[in-house]
Structures are given as structure tokens and as C-alpha cells.
């Protein structure tokens, strides 16, 4: 797929980094610097996440940058991304090796840094999880 923005050239999806129904990442250019944007769907099944991010990709040019969304289907902060006086404990498996993977990425969650003590669900459901609308961008 080839898209084009002013300011960036030329839009590519990454297939070969695929994980089908999980994860897709596209790369761009921001005069000359890379741009990648990737969009995870973890699974739901804790047992598999540890092993989901541990597999995503990691080796980018050191002068690149990153945004990621979508859903984790965990919790980077179970005391503020949780409606649940007590968070289920399974939403958090998988959690090292995520953010062992944002870390590879340098990427910071901007709403978080700018909301440090803010709680604020966009749905409800079985995980009270704060779903990821504001990406996380690279430092």
C-alpha cells in the first residue's frame, strides 16, 4: 500500500511483520526521519501475552519514531487504568514483556505523562480496562 501526507513520504505497509489479526506496523518518512506506526491487538487469553510481545519487532533505526495503539488487553497501571477496586490479577500477565517491547521502542505513554493521577475509562466491560485512544510516541 503507497499513501501520501504532506511532510511524509510515502506510506508502507510492513507485511512481512505481520502477526495475523494481531499486529501490523507502516513505515513513512518525516523530512528524512522514519515514522513507524504500529497497531496491536494482544490477545485476550492471559497465558498468551508474554509471548505475543516477546515475538514483536524490535530493530528499527535508532533515529526513527514510533506510534503504537490499539488494545493491550492489560494493564500498564492496575490502580489507574482499572474501574475495579481489586483488578483482576490476569490482566496484567504479559506486562514485562510489553513493556520490555515499548522500552525497545522508546516510546512513553503521553496521556499518562500528562495525566499522572487521572482515571478515565472510554467502556466498561469484564477487564475495566482503559482502552489505548491517545498513542504511545516515542520520546
Request: charged fraction near 25%; glycine fraction near 6%; proline fraction near 6%.
Amino acid at each position: 500500500m503507497k499513501w501520501s501526507w504532506p511532510g511524509y513520504d510515502g506510506l508502507r505497509h510492513l507485511a512481512d511483520l505481520d502477526v495475523p489479526g494481531r499486529y501490523l506496523v507502516v513505515r513513512t518518512e518525516w523530512d528524512g526521519r522514519p515514522v513507524y506506526v504500529h497497531n496491536v491487538y494482544a490477545p485476550v487469553r492471559p497465558e498468551e501475552r508474554g509471548a505475543f510481545y516477546r515475538q514483536l519487532p524490535r530493530d528499527f533505526e535508532e533515529t526513527s519514531l514510533h506510534f503504537v495503539g490499539g488494545d493491550f488487553n492489560l494493564y500498564l497501571n492496575s490502580k489507574l487504568d482499572s474501574s475495579n477496586a481489586v483488578p483482576d490479577r490476569n490482566v496484567g500477565r504479559g506486562k514485562v514483556a510489553c513493556v520490555e517491547w515499548l522500552t525497545a521502542l522508546r516510546v512513553v505513554d503521553v496521556w499518562r505523562t500528562q495525566h499522572p493521577a487521572s482515571r478515565i475509562f472510554i467502556r466498561l466491560s469484564r477487564q475495566r480496562q482503559r482502552e489505548w485512544l491517545v498513542p504511545l510516541l516515542s520520546a
